[in-house]
């Protein structure tokens, strides 16, 4: 099973966390990693190679809330030692749950670009126009 790296500014990680736990419950090898006010980048990096390194995995998958912010910038920075690693930016609920979902389906490059076509499956614009998407209303929530 790959691990997987979720990490943010603020509380972005821990929200996702216990969303997650509320939809799905707890999963195994799964982590969340703030990057609060105060902590600086080499803080960040230290705790995100503790997970790295407690994972026993060369093969993560790291999911960062903003393309290019610090957060997804020190995942690329450590997986850099780690080359079968992914990094993907902009994470979302739908990204995490198709990582949890599809990361004992292939390789780490594999996962990754499953995860990409899943988020953008799940990214809609809702209007009352003729262009808009239909819903499907026939199931209960999530």
Do not use: W
């Amino acid at each position: 099973m790959t691990p997987v790296i979720v990490t943010g500014h603020g509380e972005f990680a821990s929200a996702l966390e216990k969303t997650m736990e509320y939809v799905i419950g707890p999963q195994e090898d799964v982590y969340f990693i703030n990057f609060n006010n105060g902590m600086g980048n080499l803080e960040l990096e230290e705790k995100i190679r503790k997970v790295v390194l407690e994972s026993g995995s060369d093969e993560i998958i790291f999911l960062a809330d903003i393309s290019g912010g610090t957060p997804f910038s020190t995942a690329v920075l450590i997986s850099q030692d780690f080359p079968k690693s992914r990094v993907l930016g902009g994470c979302n609920m739908p990204m995490l749950f198709a990582a949890l979902e599809m990361r004992e389906d292939g390789t780490s490059s594999e996962i990754a670009v499953n995860i990409l076509e899943d988020a953008k499956e799940n990214i809609i614009l809702f209007g009352n126009s003729e262009n808009s998407c239909e819903i499907d209303d026939s199931e209960d929530g999530i």
